[in-house]
Antibody
Framework: QVQLQESGPGLVKPSETLSLTCTVS????????WSWIRQPPGKGLEWIAYMYYSGSTNYNPSLKSRVTISVDTPKNQFSLKLSSVTAADTAVYYC????????????WGQGTMVTVSS | QSALTQPASVSGSPGQSITISCTGT?????????VSWYQQHPGKAPKLMIYDVSNRPSGVTHRFSGSKSGNTASLAVSGLQAEDEADYYC??????????FGGGTRLTVL
């Protein structure tokens, strides 16, 4: 079955750029939307962005100026870059799949904790 | 976009039924039949329980059901079991093609 796995540094310094990759295994990245969602410690879920495998994107307005997402179809991966991070960006970051006919995330990665600290 | 409003906590005894509400606006919950619900156990990734207001993915027990009236969606859980104890989040598609989540509800099985 399809599985998602996030990877990237667990510690990022303030003002630097957070970079994460999600690898899709057991299925193709094509014909789906792919999303990033985060959860600060002890808090709720916050949607960051999603993109269609072919390139169209949509961002959370509150994060739009700092976020870039991209897809690498040959590698079956998609990525997140969040610039100018602060302690408020400390969270578990999840990647998730959204099938085209749905407006819901049916498969999630296990999540990766990213701490912003000097 | 503002987060959808959910109660912080609900509780019930085994075998009982509970309902969790999720209130938004006409620009999200009330404007589209694209409300979804997620279950999250501690330290785990969220799991999709309901999509498009009232549809259950394959493998989700029929004890979970969803509905919507106006700007408020609801998740009902019948025949409460200990394994249902978790955090539950609602989510909605919005008029700007974005996604908004609720603040989450902690379900306690007494």
């Amino acid at each position: 079955q399809v599985q998602l796995q996030e990877s990237g540094p667990g510690l990022v310094k303030p003002s630097e750029t957070l970079s994460l990759t999600c690898t899709v295994s057991g299925g193709s990245i094509s014909s789906y939307y792919w999303s990033w969602i985060r959860q600060p410690p002890g808090k709720g879920l916050e949607w960051i962005a999603y993109m269609y495998y072919s390139g169209s994107t949509n961002y959370n307005p509150s994060l739009k100026s700092r976020v870039t997402i991209s897809v690498d179809t040959p590698k079956n991966q998609f990525s997140l870059k969040l610039s100018s991070v602060t302690a408020a960006d400390t969270a578990v970051y999840y990647c998730a799949r959204r099938p085209v006919p749905l407006r819901a995330f049916d498969i999630w990665g296990q999540g990766t904790m990213v701490t912003v600290s000097s | 976009q503002s987060a959808l409003t959910q109660p912080a906590s609900v509780s019930g005894s085994p075998g009982q039924s509970i309902t969790i509400s999720c209130t938004g606006t006409s620009s999200d919950v009330g404007g589209y039949n694209y409300v979804s619900w997620y279950q999250q156990h501690p330290g785990k990734a969220p799991k999709l329980m309901i999509y498009d207001v009232s549809n259950r993915p394959s493998g989700v027990t029929h004890r979970f059901s969803g509905s919507k009236s106006g700007n408020t969606a609801s998740l009902a859980v019948s025949g409460l079991q200990a394994e249902d104890e978790a955090d539950y989040y609602c989510s909605s598609y919005t008029s700007s093609s974005a996604v908004v989540f609720g603040g989450g509800t902690r379900l306690t099985v007494l």
